[in-house]
């Protein structure tokens, strides 16, 4: 077991720090239905910690709690090592936490370009005077984001439907936008929910590859919903595994493979 | 007892009645919001128009008799025969259901599937339309009407109380009639909604049409039902108001009080339409009883739509309405 | 063949951004803004002033500020017949209490007061959505026109119960009261709508626009990624109410002369206000206008076509308004729910490509 407080390079090169957020026993309840019972677990800084289990199993609640969503009813979120209070979803926003949606949350009415300028809205403080006026500093701010985001767009390699009306991409298009308004905002936490879900094989893997590059290249700490094995065992450092609103397995790929309990409950035969 | 909770208690009751007729209007409202997701804010012009209908064939008029003497220049107005009321009611909802198919046939069918502005939108678009061939049809002077309802003051009433409290309350008959008479129609409504297969067809359609349709209910049908119903509790809305003030534009703006009405009540509930109505009818009384006199008077403008947003913004669903929820 | 982009490549993000990226409608609007500034003050009269330019121009501010409302970041209100009433008493107040400041500050100053009751009024947004938002505007709008009719402060006391406008000049010019001249009042009209226009154009491409569309869009999705929504939901009710109230102080001011609450800012205001922006296209400034100019010329033309052309009483010429506006509405609906606007853009898109299909 390593000891979470101190940095290691992993194989490949990159350097895991130390814990950036707990979940300590959160316990979540929807009336009489309780979602998450008493998890606990740990994400590293720069790390790819995946979150699985079978359908039902609350994970999709779980990144809600950890987005300030969701409210726990017991428990407590650490970030960097204090209690979170209690905030609203936009100052959660403000702290460095980016997500994406299971069911694509873009704003059809937007081309992608404004949709992925909306990620850099907490970077971009002009006054509405200033903006009226729009000549100075408005039109300033604006042409520096602008870069910002556009240096996403190309690391995404979404530029040719820049213009695009984002309610005419097809869907792996979507999940790819979402992405990039999710990057721009330079969060220290990326919280991606299902992103390769509808998928076929090639963009799997263009999705893959981006997931890779912004750990590597930004050193953005990434949880992540998936249901796909094979991508899961690929790119994690670490996986928790829920079952029934409960954590039934926590450690590195191999661990949970050769899991009983988790073979059980959802991998099935014991993967290779 | 004192004068002033006498007063007041008539003040109530009436309030109770012009709560029923405003939730007469308002059931109108739920039955389309429930079958289609659309917001009818033809509803009032269609118990405008329906009155107006009505008077006309009872009275023999010809109908479009102004355009008709514009252009030829004659001077007709009247084919000289009378309708008797209960023929003249049928041939009413006969038209009625004419005007369902129309709606449904030309407007309703390519607007499948669109975001409840436009729909609403849609509907304003018709109540004007509406509103202008009933005045060409039927010319826009003001006209009584009479179907034989019972009016004035209810003498039972009016001496019993008069025997308790030193002062007779003033309740109009017609105003009893219409609580009957919405009584009964709600009961109907709650059954045919719950119970029946048409029902239930009805409730899946508001739900999702595109699902609906998946699983073999005719749009079309259910639509035309809905607008048909929705079009005779119209007419009887229309009969009770016009019957009390007489039948003119002031009739369609009936609608826009239902509004406050469905707020409180929820837009998908039946009962909810009833109570919200009556919670409205006797709060806009009461209100003007009270305090009216202080600040000048004809707070009936405003107090409903006042009431609805404080008690939306605690409870936005309504008193009955379905609790939003909403997920990402 | 003449509405071509090639060869026109934008190097810089400035360039990129501006509000007429093809050189064609850039030439287009420079002709437009001159004929609007230079010519036609000279050719217009009386008739053509009241009967079309003048409300064209006022309800082309008023339709801006309900298209920001609504159509940006999808607040709908029934209420703007209210809104541009409190311009309106607000004018005149200001008017008759300070006459030596000249009526430009006075507009302005009712701009700035609806926007302060239009965002109070839109405090219930933050927990009612949708059309239960719609119908919660409407106490606004019933309790703003009692409002203005009971309290007789807002009209001096005077016994008719109606506010009239006393004459103000700006330069010497008279644009209220009755000498005025029509290339006056149409100028002093059409300097707030180029403002106003400006404003909300600049305001609508930058981040707060792109606020405001993300909570129509999507209110929830827009909270998690940080819009504050009280600030976008209030914001938009602000700006709007400013440009509300300042085409109410217009039309009173310098269009009508004289307003009686009830009359000039019923209901019917507020539907039709609404009808221009879909008509003409939610969320497009473009669309504010093509909606404003539509429903502006329609009755004219009626009742050009109706009563001097054929001869028919003017009552059936109203049934026939009635009857036409009604189906017109349903008609865009089903054709072309996204208005003028939308029509505009796919033209825009046949021409860049004509003579070629596609």
Redesign the interface.
């Known amino acids: 077991m390593l000891d979470s407080t101190v940095s290691y390079v992993t194989e490949d090169g990159r350097t895991i720090g130390g814990v950036v957020m707990e979940m300590k026993n959160i316990t979540l309840r929807f009336g009489g239905v309780v979602a998450i019972k008493d998890i606990s677990f740990d994400i590293r800084e720069g790390e790819i910690r995946a979150i699985i289990g079978p359908n039902g199993a609350g994970k999709s609640s779980m990144l809600n709690v950890i987005s300030g969503f969701y409210v726990p009813q017991d428990g407590e979120v650490l970030f960097h090592g204090k209690p979170r209070p209690q905030m609203k979803p936009y100052e959660v926003a403000q702290q460095g936490i980016a997500r994406t949606f299971q069911n694509i949350a873009l704003f059809e009415g937007m081309t992608v370009l404004d949709n992925v300028m909306t990620g850099r809205l907490n970077k971009m403080n002009s006054g509405l005077l200033a903006q009226a006026i729009w000549r100075g500093k408005a039109e300033q701010e604006e042409i520096e984001n602008r870069e910002k985001a556009e240096k996403i767009i190309d690391f995404l390699e979404i530029q040719h439907i820049r213009k695009t009306p984002v309610a005419r991409l097809p869907y792996g298009l979507k999940k790819r936008v979402e992405l990039a308004r999710a990057l721009v905002s330079e969060p220290s936490i990326l919280l991606l929910d299902e992103p390769m879900a509808g998928m076929n094989v090639e963009e799997k893997e263009d999705m893959s590859r981006f997931i890779l590059d912004v750990n590597d290249e930004f050193g953005t700490t990434i949880a992540l919903i998936e249901h796909d094995m094979g991508v899961v065992m690929d790119l994690s450092d670490r996986i928790v595994v829920m079952d029934y609103g409960k954590k039934i397995g926590d450690g590195t790929p191999s661990d949970i493979r050769n899991n009983q309990a988790v073979i059980d409950a959802y991998l099935g035969v014991a993967h290779d | 007892m004192p004068e002033q909770l006498v007063f007041a208690m008539e003040v109530f009751l009436n309030g109770l009645m012009a709560g029923v007729l405003y939730a007469l209007v308002a059931l109108g409202f739920v039955l389309i919001f429930k079958a289609s997701g659309i917001f009818n804010y033809a509803q009032g012009v269609m118990a405008l128009f329906s009155a107006m209908t009505l008077v006309g064939i009872m009275k023999g008029q010809v109908p479009f008799a102004h355009v008709i003497n514009a252009i030829f220049g004659t001077d007709v107005h009247y084919f000289g025969w009378t309708v008797p009321a209960l023929l003249a009611i049928i041939l009413t909802v006969a038209v009625m259901v004419l005007f369902a198919w129309a709606v449904q046939k030309y407007i309703f069918r390519h607007l499948v599937g669109q975001e409840p502005i436009i729909l609403f939108m849609a509907t304003i678009g018709l109540a004007y339309f509406l509103e202008g061939v009933g005045d060409l049809m039927w010319n826009s002077e003001i006209k009584k009407l009479d179907v034989g309802l019972p009016q004035g003051i209810n003498e039972a009433i009016d001496s019993y109380t008069f025997n308790i409290f030193d002062y007779g309350f003033f309740i109009d008959n017609l105003d009893i009639v219409a609580t009957v008479i919405a009584a009964l129609l709600v009961g109907g409504l709650v059954i045919f909604s719950q119970y029946s297969k048409e029902g239930r067809a009805m409730r899946a359609v508001a739900d999702d049409h595109q699902a609906a349709l998946s699983v073999g209910v005719s749009l079309n049908f259910i639509w035309i039902m809905v607008w048909s119903v929705a079009g005779f509790v119209a007419l009887v809305a229309g009969i009770m108001w016009g019957t009390k003030s007489g039948v003119q534009f002031s009739l369609s703006l009936i609608a826009l009080k239902a509004l406050p009405v469905l707020m409180l009540g929820g837009f998908t509930s039946i009962p909810g339409a009833i109570v919200g109505g009556l919670i409205i009818g006797v709060g806009e009384k009461l209100f003007e009883f009270a305090i009216g006199p202080m600040v000048g008077g004809a707070t009936e403008n405003w107090f409903a739509y006042v009431l609805a947003l404080i008690f939306l913004v605690f409870r936005p669903q309504g008193l009955f309405g379905e609790k939003i929820i909403e997920r990402v | 063949m003449f509405y071509r982009e090639a060869g026109d490549f934008k190097t810089s ?2 360039d990129d ?1 501006q509000t007429f990226p093809i050189k064609f409608d850039r030439y287009r609007y420079y002709v437009v803004l001159a004929v609007a500034f230079g010519v036609i003050p000279f050719l217009i009269n009386d008739y053509w002033a009241n009967a079309f330019l003048l409300p064209f121009l006022i309800y082309s501010i008023a339709a801006i500020g309900l298209n920001i409302l609504t159509g940006y970041c999808g607040q ?1 209100s029934l209420g703007t017949g209210g809104f541009m009433a409190v311009g309106a008493y607000a004018c005149y107040k200001l008017m008759t209490a300070f006459p030596e400041v000249n009526i430009f500050f006075h507009v302005i100053a009712a701009g700035g007061i609806t926007a302060i009751v239009c965002t109070a009024f839109g405090l ?1 947004s933050l ?6 938002l ?3 505007t ?2 606004a709008q ?2 703003l ?2 409002l203005f ?3 007789s402060w807002f009209y001096n006391y005077s016994a008719s119960g109606q506010i009239n406008a006393p004459e103000r000049t700006v330069f010497g010019v008279p644009v209220t009261g009755a000498n005025t001249d029509a290339w006056a009042t149409y100028l002093f009209c059409l300097v707030f709508l180029a403002i106003s226009a400006i ?1 909300a154009r ?2 609508t ?4 626009g ?2 405001w ?2 909570i ?3 209110d ?10 009280l600030k976008a939901k209030l ?1 938009a009710f602000a ?1 709007s109410g400013f440009f509300i109230g300042i085409s109410g102080a217009l039309f009173f001011a310098v269009y009508l002369g004289a307003a009686e609450a009830g009359d000039s800012f019923g ?1 019917q205001k507020s ?1 039709l206000v ?2 221009m922006i ?1 008509i003409g296209g939610l ?1 497009s400034i473009f669309g504010s206008f093509a909606g404003a100019a539509f429903l502006v010329l329609l009755p004219v033309a009626l009742k050009l076509v109706g009563v001097d052309m054929f001869g ?2 003017t ?2 010429v109203a ?12 008609i865009f ?2 054709a072309e ?1 996204h208005g003028i606007a939308q029509l505009w853009r796919v033209a825009k898109e046949k021409l860049r490509l004509w003579p070629f299909p596609h």
Request: glycine content about 6%; aromatic content about 12%; cysteine-free.
């Open positions: 993000y400035t951004n709908v219930p927990r009612i959505k949708g059309f239960y719609a119908v919660a409407l106490a019933f309790f026109v009692w009719n009971k309290v404003i600049n305001l491409r930058g981040m707060q792109r606020k569309m993300a129509r869009d999507m929830i999705a827009a909270e998690i990624i940080g819009v504050n929504p914001s700006v209901i539907f609404l009808f879909i969320g028919w009483p009552d059936i049934h026939i308004q009635l009857i036409i506006v009604g189906a017109l509405i349903i609906l089903i729910p």
